[in-house]
C-alpha cells in the first residue's frame, strides 16, 4: 500500500487559519478537501492518505473524524487536542467512541508557534501527552531547529512512546542549510522511537528555484540519521502547491528516496507509516472514495486558532 502520511483539508470561509494571513499565501487561501485530493491520489498512484490537523480547535478533529469515517482512503488522522487539559483523557475517549474514532492515530501541536521553546517540557503537556500513550497514539512533533532540544527531551522521557518529526523539523533550505539543524537532527533521530517524515521540504526551499537535487542533501542526512525505516513519505498538500504540484513534489522526493537505495522508497511510502501510527489496514479494505463535488461541504468546522 501507498500511503501520502501527511495531507490536509481547510476551508477559510468557515473557519480561521491566522497561518494562513501571510499575502503570500493567497494561492492555498481557499476551500480544500476531500474531492479535490481524490483524483490526485489516484493520478499518482497513492492508495491512501492521512490528514493532519491545520489548527487548533478540537472541533476541526472531530470533522476530521467523520471525514475519515465517509471516506476510505483517508486511513487516519492526526488531529489536535488541548494537551494542558486535566480532562484530557475523557476527550480523547470521547473521540475515539465517536463515527471515525478508530482512525485517530495520532495528536499534534504548532509546538514552533508557541513563545517558550521549552513547550513541550511543561509539566501539564507532560501529563497531556501521558493521557496520549497509554491510549497507543502517536505525538507528531511540530518544530523547527529552535524547539529541537525540547523534542529530544520528550522522546528520551517517553522511551517506549511512538513520535514523529513532521517535515524533518523545516530544515533552512533556502538558505543553504546549518549545522545547528543537522547536529540536532542527529541528536533526535538517536532516540529510536522517533520517525521522520520527509514532507514540506519544497516549501522550506525557494518556491521558484528548486527541484530533487536541492532537497537531496538534506533527504539524506534524514536518513543517515534515521535510516531507511523511519523515514516517511508526506506530500504536504496543499501547502506543497506553493513551490510544486501533487506530481512535482512526490516525483522529486522519488528521486531522492531512489539514490537511498532499493528499500528506502517502498518503506517511506508506506510500511514506515503503518509501523509509526499503528496503521491496521490492507489495501483491500480500500473502496472507491465517494466525496461531495463541492469540497468545502465536509468541511463546517468552527472556532479559532489562537
Not at 499518482?44 to 470533522?63: H, M, Y
Not at 533556502?174 to 514540506?200: F, H, P, Q
Request: hydrophobic share 45%; net charge negative.
Amino acid at each position: 500500500m501507498v500511503i501520502d502520511a501527511h495531507q490536509h483539508f481547510w476551508d477559510p470561509a468557515r473557519a480561521d487559519y491566522p497561518w494562513m494571513d501571510a499575502p503570500e499565501l493567497a494561492p492555498i487561501r481557499r476551500a480544500f478537501g476531500p474531492a479535490d485530493l481524490a483524483p490526485l491520489l489516484k493520478a499518482n498512484g497513492i492508495d491512501a492518505s492521512i490528514v493532519v490537523q491545520c489548527r487548533s480547535a478540537l472541533e476541526e478533529t472531530e470533522e476530521f473524524l467523520r471525514i475519515a469515517h465517509a471516506t476510505p482512503s483517508v486511513v487516519g488522522v492526526v488531529g489536535w487536542v488541548d494537551l494542558t487539559d486535566g480532562a484530557l483523557g475523557d476527550t480523547l475517549d470521547r473521540l475515539r467512541a465517536a463515527p471515525g474514532g478508530d482512525k485517530l492515530v495520532g495528536i499534534r501541536h504548532q509546538v514552533h508557534d508557541e513563545a517558550d521553546p521549552d513547550w513541550l517540557l511543561r509539566e501539564d503537556v507532560r501529563r497531556g501527552l501521558v493521557a496520549l500513550f497509554v491510549r497507543d497514539l502517536t505525538y507528531d512533533f511540530l518544530v523547527r531547529t529552535r524547539e529541537l532540544p525540547a523534542a529530544i527531551a520528550t522522546a528520551q522521557a517517553f522511551p517506549n512512546a511512538r513520535f514523529v518529526l513532521d517535515h524533518a523539523a523545516k530544515p533552512p533550505i533556502a538558505s543553504g542549510g546549518s549545522a545547528e539543524w543537522a547536529d540536532r537532527i542527529k541528536a533526535l533521530a538517536a532516540c529510536g522511537n522517533v520517525w521522520c517524515k520527509i514532507s514540506g521540504l519544497a516549501t522550506e526551499a525557494v518556491w521558484s528555484d528548486w527541484d530533487a537535487d536541492r532537497l537531496l542533501p538534506f533527504v539524506q542526512h534524514a536518513a543517515t540519521c534515521f535510516g531507511e525505516d523511519r523515514l516517511i513519505f508526506g506530500s504536504d498538500w496543499p501547502v506543497c502547491l506553493l513551490a510544486g504540484s501533487y506530481a512535482e513534489i512526490k516525483g522529486a522526493l522519488e528521486a531522492c528516496l531512489a539514490k537511498l537505495g532499493p528499500g528506502a522508497r517502498d518503506k517511506a511510502f508506506g510500511m514506515n507509516a503503518k509501523a509509526a501510527y499503528r496503521l491496521a489496514i490492507a489495501k483491500a479494505e480500500l473502496a472507491p472514495t465517494k466525496v461531495s463535488s463541492r469540497p468545502s461541504a465536509q468541511l463546517r468546522t468552527g472556532g479559532r486558532d489562537p
